[in-house]
Nanobody, 121 residues
Framework: VQLQASGGGLVQAGDSLRLSCAASGRTFSTYTVGWFRQAPGKEREWVAA???????YYADSVKGRFTISRDNAKNTVTLQMNSLKPEDTAVYYC????????????????WGQGTRVTVSS
C-alpha cells in the first residue's frame, strides 16, 4: 500500500482545512487508516483513525473538531479539521495498518510523506 497525503496549508485560528490520503493497493479497504501529526520538536502523535468497517476514534485533543471518513471505492481517507487552533500546527501523516483500534505508530505498516498544516493566531 502506498499513501499520499495532501491538503495542508496556512490558515488562521478558527478556520477549517481538509486533508486527504490517497492510497494505492487492492487491500486498502481492509486496513485501518490513521492520521498522525508531528509538531516541531515534539514526538509524532496519533490524531484519529478509521477502521475498515468505518468505526472512527479520535484523540481527546481533536474530538469534536476533526472528522475522519473514508471512501473505499476511491481509496481515499479524509480528515476534516474545523475550529483549528495554533496548537494544531504540525506535519500531518496518514498511515495504514491491519489492526483495528490502532493508536500507536508501531501498529501501522505504511506511511505517507506528510503534509504541513500551519495555524496562525
Amino acid at each position: 500500500v502506498q499513501l499520499q497525503a495532501s491538503g495542508g496549508g496556512l490558515v488562521q485560528a478558527g478556520d477549517s482545512l481538509r486533508l486527504s490520503c490517497a492510497a494505492s493497493g487492492r487491500t486498502f479497504s481492509t486496513y485501518t487508516v490513521g492520521w498522525f501529526r508531528q509538531a516541531p520538536g515534539k514526538e509524532r502523535e496519533w490524531v484519529a483513525a478509521i477502521s475498515w468497517t468505518g468505526y472512527t476514534y479520535y484523540a481527546d485533543s481533536v474530538k469534536g473538531r476533526f472528522t475522519i471518513s473514508r471512501d473505499n471505492a476511491k481509496n481515499t481517507v479524509t480528515l476534516q479539521m474545523n475550529s483549528l487552533k495554533p496548537e494544531d500546527t504540525a506535519v500531518y501523516y496518514c498511515a495504514a495498518g491491519p489492526r483495528a483500534m490502532a493508536r500507536h505508530r508501531g501498529e501501522y505498516d505504511y506511511w505517507g510523506q506528510g503534509t504541513r498544516v500551519t495555524v496562525s493566531s
